[in-house]
Nanobody, 126 residues
């Protein structure tokens, strides 16, 4: 069982920046993938960014060039650096993870890919 805890959400003005963090309880897996997914009110949960244990990343088209996902393996922590924020970025941001390797990189942006989830952290842009 993997436990994930997100932090760093808040309210920012359009054009501002935030960095979200996700602390994972397990860090000994050789192969894994993690992602950030968000859910706006009245909408389905959608993938924002994903990263695999080898460092490969993927991003939703709507955030490319503005968001950066990274990891600190020594601290078992996942980050999402967000800049040039827009009101459309508003939502509950969830950290997710699973063990293994993605057969297709784009699967990292699919909520159905993940078995482990954090509680979410709210991001509001206005």
């Amino acid at each position: 069982q993997v436990q994930l805890v997100e932090s760093g959400g808040g309210s920012v003005q359009t054009g501002g920046s935030l960095r979200l963090s996700c602390a994972a309880s397990e860090g000994a897996y050789r192969k894994y993938y993690m992602g950030w997914l968000r859910q706006a009110p009245g909408e389905e949960r959608q993938g924002v960014a994903a990263i695999e244990s080898d460092g490969t990343t993927d991003y939703a088209d709507s955030v490319k060039g503005r968001f950066t996902v990274s990891q600190d393996r020594g601290q078992n922590t996942l980050y999402l650096r967000m800049s040039a924020l827009k009101p459309e970025d508003t939502g509950m941001y969830y950290c997710a993870a699973d063990v293994g390797a993605l057969s297709d990189r784009c699967l990292g942006l699919s909520p159905d890919t993940y078995n482990y989830w954090g509680q979410g952290t709210q991001v509001t842009v206005s």
